[in-house]
C-alpha cells in the first residue's frame, strides 16, 4: 500500500528487495493473473509478485504487470486461531471509510475463492508514499517531525469521529463492556499461545477485569494505531494512508487512543518508544499536549484513569506479542523477525504492571 523511497511498506512492512520472487509467492501468479484480467483489473494477464515484509500477521505482496500496481492482503495458510487474521474485516472497515476524512487505500476486490491464491484474500491500490518505524523521525527537522504528529493525531480523532451508523458499521462489534471483552479476549491467547510463563501478565490478567473504570464509549478503533502503519505523504508531512485493519472493531476510543501514546511511555531502546527521549528538542509534542490536542478535536475525555489504560494496553501487546512468539516456535509467524519481536512481551507486560500498580495507588489517595 505505500512506495517511494528506501521506506516502501504496503499493510505489512518495509519492501525486501533483495527476496527470491519466486519463492516469495506460495501460489500461482498465473492463475492469479488470469482471475484478475478477468475481473478487468489487469491489462494483460500477467503479475510479478513481490512479498512486503515487516508485519507479523496476514501476509501481503506487491502485484505489478506493466505500469500496474497492486497490494494482496491474503490469510496465512494452516490452522488459525478463531476471529485472527480476518482480511475480510479489514476490506469491510476500509470500505465502509471511502470517502471519509480518514485515509484509506482504495479497494478493488475481496475473495474467499481459495482455488486463486489459497485463502481469502482481498486487492487494494498501491500507495506512493513514505512508511516510517522509527518514531522519533530521524532526519527530519523539529517542525516537520511536529506537523506530523499533529497529523497523526488529526487521524486518530477523525475515525473516532466517525459516525458508525453513517458508513454502515453498525453491526462491525459489540457495544459496552469493551475492556472487558477485550481482557477476556487477550488473556485467552495468551493461555491458548504461552510459549513462557509471563508473571507480570498472569498478574494484569487478575487484575484489570476488576479496575476498569465506570463509563463507556463506543466508536470504530483501529486497534493497532500508530506510525509505520501509516502512509505519509512523499513530500508533505500528513498521512495518505492508515493500514493493518486487522483488529479493527467497534469499542472505546480511549482503548485506541492509549494504545498509540503507548510509545510515550516505552524505553526507545527496547521497542518503538520514545520514552526517555529529549522530546522537546525533536520537536515532537509531550504526551500532555498530545491528549490535549486529541481531546480538543474530540471532545473526548478520560485522563483521569490514563494509567489504567495504558496499563490495560501494554497488558494487551505482551498478549499478541506472546502469540507472534508461538508462531515463531510453530514456524508460521509472517516476518522474519518474529522470534525477536515475540521476545518482547514480557519487559512490556512488567512495564504494564507497574502502571497499574500506580493506578491503584492513585485511587487510594
Known amino acids: 500500500m505505500s512506495g517511494a523511497g528506501s521506506s516502501n511498506k504496503n499493510s505489512a512492512g518495509a519492501l525486501d528487495a533483495k527476496s527470491n520472487v519466486a519463492a516469495a509467492a506460495p501460489f500461482d501468479s498465473a492463475v492469479l493473473a488470469d482471475w484478475m484480467h478477468g475481473q478487468g483489473f489487469l491489462e494483460r494477464p500477467a503479475l510479478t509478485v513481490k512479498p512486503l515484509t515487516g508485519g507479523q500477521s496476514n501476509p501481503t505482496f506487491l502485484l505489478t504487470s506493466g505500469a500496474q500496481q497492486f497490494v494482496l492482503r491474503k490469510k496465512p495458510p494452516g490452522v488459525l486461531m478463531p476471529s485472527a487474521h480476518a482480511v475480510d474485516r479489514e476490506y469491510r472497515v476500509m470500505q465502509a471509510l471511502q470517502g471519509s476524512d480518514v485515509p484509506v487505500p482504495k ?104 479496575n476498569i473504570p465506570e463509563g463507556d464509549q463506543t466508536t470504530i478503533v483501529h486497534g493497532d494505531y500508530r506510525l509505520d ?47 526517555g527521549l529529549d522530546l522537546k528538542a525533536l520537536g515532537i509534542p509531550s504526551e500532555a499536549d498530545y491528549i490535549k490536542q486529541y481531546g480538543a478535536a474530540t471532545g473526548f475525555e478520560g485522563i483521569e484513569h490514563w494509567d489504567f489504560y495504558i496499563a490495560y494496553n501494554l497488558f494487551r501487546i505482551a498478549a499478541i506479542l506472546q502469540g507472534i512468539a508461538r508462531r515463531a516456535q510453530d514456524g508460521t509467524a509472517a516476518a522474519a523477525d518474529a522470534i525477536e519481536t515475540g521476545s518482547k512481551a514480557k519487559p512490556l507486560a512488567e512495564i504494564g504492571w507497574k502502571y497499574a500498580q500506580r493506578y491503584e495507588a492513585s485511587l487510594k489517595r
Open 107 to 210: 479497494l478493488y476486490a475481496y475473495s474467499e475463492d481459495l482455488n486463486i491464491v489459497g485463502t481469502p484474500f482481498y486487492l487494494m491500490e498501491f500507495l506512493n508514499g513514505r512508511v516510517i518505524v522509527d518514531q522519533s523521525l530521524p532526519g527530519f527537522t523539529p517542525t516537520e517531525r511536529g506537523a506530523i504528529y499533529t497529523d497523526m493525531n488529526r487521524v486518530m480523532a477523525a475515525l473516532h469521529k466517525v459516525d458508525v451508523n453513517a458508513v454502515g458499521l453498525e453491526t462491525f462489534g459489540r457495544a459496552g463492556n469493551y475492556f472487558g471483552r477485550q481482557i477476556a479476549r487477550w488473556s485467552r491467547q495468551y493461555q491458548e499461545s504461552r510459549s513462557e510463563d509471563i508473571s507480570a501478565l498472569e498478574s494484569l490478567i487478575e487484575w484489570l477485569p476488576a
Open 229 to 275: 502503519n501509516l502512509v505519509l505523504h512523499p513530500t508533505e508531512p500528513r498521512a495518505i494512508g492508515l493500514l493493518d485493519w486487522e483488529l479493527a472493531t467497534l469499542g472505546h476510543p480511549m482503548a485506541d487512543f492509549a494504545y498509540h501514546c503507548m510509545s510515550w511511555h516505552i524505553p526507545a531502546s527496547l521497542w518503538r518508544g520514545i520514552g
